[in-house]
């Protein structure tokens, strides 16, 4: 494991302790996190894999996020369309350092996280091969839908969410879909903090879409 300030991002890069998977996980977390949050996560999820953990470098109250909002739910889109640059030329650069294939690159991002990948999905087609957004909600509504072209997307949602209206993560599932995305909405009896039943959500998913994303098989 090795942590980093360089590429613009202070991060955190775990090798695969294991062989058989190419993908490198991006793992992005919630308000308030940090590089090394969902690190856990993210070997429970795909075992084989390389991580790549990010710290959002705004901060609000001294609390790290990926991008300014204006008030709960309200975001500053000027900045998250900076940001989301940034994230977007992160990614080719820490491939260069680190020796992964950069489009193998899938995100797991929480709240703040998810939010972040979901504007890079939109954003920046190509970056992600595919990515899991735990507690998201629609970070912009870009001019002209990027074509996505069946890139699988899981989204793991609370149905008792006060922060994520359900009317806002199905609008979030619909301008994906629309874009070409391949998108699993799922719905937790939960409210915005995650559980064990969306970790095992993430699991499957990551395992059962391993073939569509780096044309390998599954493993059984």
Excluded: C, K
């Excluded at 308030?32 to 075992?47: F, K, M, Q, S, T």
């Excluded at 991580?51 to 609000?60: D, N, Y």
């Excluded at 008030?71 to 900076?82: C, K, S, T, W």
Aim: charged share 20%; hydrophobic share 45%; glycine share 10%.
């Amino acid at each position: 494991m090795s942590g980093s300030a360089s590429l613009g991002f202070v991060h955190v890069h775990v090798p695969p302790t294991g062989t058989g998977d190419p993908r490198t996980v991006l793992l992005l977390h919630g308000t308030g996190g940090n590089e090394r949050d969902l690190l856990e996560i993210g070997a429970a999820v795909a075992p084989n894999a390389r991580l790549l953990g990010v710290r959002g470098p705004e901060l609000e109250n001294g609390m790290p996020r990926f991008f300014r909002r204006l008030a709960e739910g309200v975001f500053d889109e000027a900045d998250l369309r900076v940001r989301a640059a940034d994230l977007a030329g992160f990614v080719p650069a820490a491939a260069e350092v680190y020796g992964f294939d950069p489009t193998q690159v899938v995100a797991v991002g929480y709240s703040n996280g998810a939010n972040i990948a979901a504007a890079l999905l939109l954003l920046h087609p190509g970056v992600l091969a595919g990515a899991a957004l735990l507690r998201s909600m629609v970070p912009l509504v870009p001019q002209q839908l990027p074509a996505l072209r069946g890139t699988p997307v899981l989204m793991a949602e609370g149905e008792f969410d006060p922060i994520v209206p359900r009317s806002n993560a199905e609008m979030l599932a619909t301008l994906l879909r629309d874009a070409g995305a391949s998108v699993t909405l799922q719905w937790q009896p939960t409210s915005h903090g995650l559980t064990p039943a969306d970790l095992e959500s993430v699991r499957r998913w990551m395992s059962e879409e391993r073939r569509g994303m780096t044309g390998a098989p599954a493993p059984a």
